[in-house]
């Protein structure tokens, strides 16, 4: 069965700190890997993909097949970062997105 | 470019009772999704509709039902509401369901069964 695991409830960093959002799979084939974000009053959308390698807002992923993780990272929080993170996975086209619960990351000023 | 949006956003049921939530995908997108939010946890997945045919199921009872129609958009239907299915519902769309599409969620319906 393929699980998604965000080890971390809340995590709360001051501005202008280094933020590792952690989170580690469980899947027996080759996953896609995503990282969602929702700010507060806003919809679920798309941060971004493993298969894309992109930077978005400053924030990267790198997946790490080995250790079987897909941890976010951005070098400088900044306030707006402030939301709940999820990190999904998806084995096959039709089979939907497996979700983490989610990290309430919060920056403070 | 309109977003996915869903109707309605709030509802109260009483347990056993049929509830109906509806969903109108991004123009362009034929597959269409469901989720189910509970309270403190990620979403989960419902099924998956692509060009009007159920192609994916999650690990959710006969009760969970849907449709989606000849211009994509899509319902949910729930049978004999437990107080279990009190959640937040997200219909998401996408262009296909093959590797690198992105997928487009709605705002969601808040579903509380009593």
């Known amino acids: 069965a393929q699980r998604v695991t965000q080890p971390e409830k809340l995590l709360s960093v001051f501005k202008g700190a280094p933020v590792e959002l952690k989170c580690n799979y469980s899947y027996s084939g080759s996953p896609e890997l995503f990282w969602y974000v929702q700010y507060s009053r806003q919809r679920l959308q798309l941060l971004l993909r493993h298969i894309s390698r992109e930077s978005i807002k400053g924030f990267t992923a790198d997946l790490n097949k080995g250790e079987t993780s897909f941890h976010l990272k951005k070098p400088f929080a900044q306030e707006e970062d402030s939301a709940m993170y999820y990190c999904?996975?998806?084995?096959?086209?039709?089979?939907?997105?497996?979700f983490g619960k989610g990290t309430h990351l919060i920056i403070q000023p | 470019e309109t977003g996915v949006t869903q109707s309605p956003t709030h509802l109260i049921k009483t347990r056993g009772q049929q509830v109906t939530l509806r969903c109108s995908s991004q123009?362009?997108?034929?597959?269409v999704s469901w989720y189910q939010q509970a309270l403190g946890q990620g979403p989960q997945f419902i099924f998956q509709?692509?060009?009007?045919?159920?192609?994916g199921r999650g690990n959710f009872p006969p009760r969970f039902s849907g449709l989606q129609f000849p211009n994509y958009s899509s319902e949910l239907n729930v049978n004999a509401l437990e107080l279990d299915d009190s959640a937040l519902y997200l219909c998401a769309s996408s262009v296909g369901h093959g590797v690198g599409n992105t997928i487009y969620f709605g705002e969601g319906s808040w579903l509380t069964v009593v």
């Open positions: 509709y692509y060009r009007e045919e159920e192609n």
């Open positions: 123009s362009g997108h034929n597959t």
């Open positions: 999904a996975l998806r084995g096959g086209g039709a089979d939907g997105l497996t």
